[in-house]
């Protein structure tokens, strides 16, 4: 089992930026794919950025060129740079992970950006 732990949400104002961690417990040693996905009010879950085992990253193209996503296998820890925030960055972020599917799921760190 693995339990994923996010932090680093908080309030911005709108061109700011902030830094998002996903700490992982547990039998972590077969997650390949890593990734962050958000929710704003009201609508779906959407993916936001995912690591790939080969290296290769996806960005939804509403981030792209504002998030980085890394990963530290030593640490077993995830982070998603943002950078330029908008409002409508607004959402619960949460950090997934899995061997080829997202299997586990941290509950979630809310980011709020203001205009």
């Known amino acids: 089992q693995v339990q994923l732990r996010e932090s680093g949400g908080g309030s911005v104002q709108a061109g700011g930026s902030l830094t998002l961690s996903c700490a992982a417990t547990?039998?972590?040693?077969?997650?390949?794919?890593v990734g962050w996905y958000r929710q704003a009010p009201g609508k779906e879950r959407e993916i936001v950025a995912r690591l790939n085992r080969d290296g290769t990253t996806n960005y939804a193209d509403s981030v792209k060129g504002r998030f980085t996503i890394s990963r530290d296998k030593t640490k077993d820890t995830q982070a998603l740079q943002m950078n330029a925030l908008k409002p409508e960055d607004t959402g619960v972020y949460y950090c997934a992970a899995g061997q080829t599917v997202m299997d586990y799921w941290g509950k979630g760190t809310l980011v709020t950006v203001s205009a």
């Open positions: 547990g039998f972590t040693w077969n997650m390949n794919v």
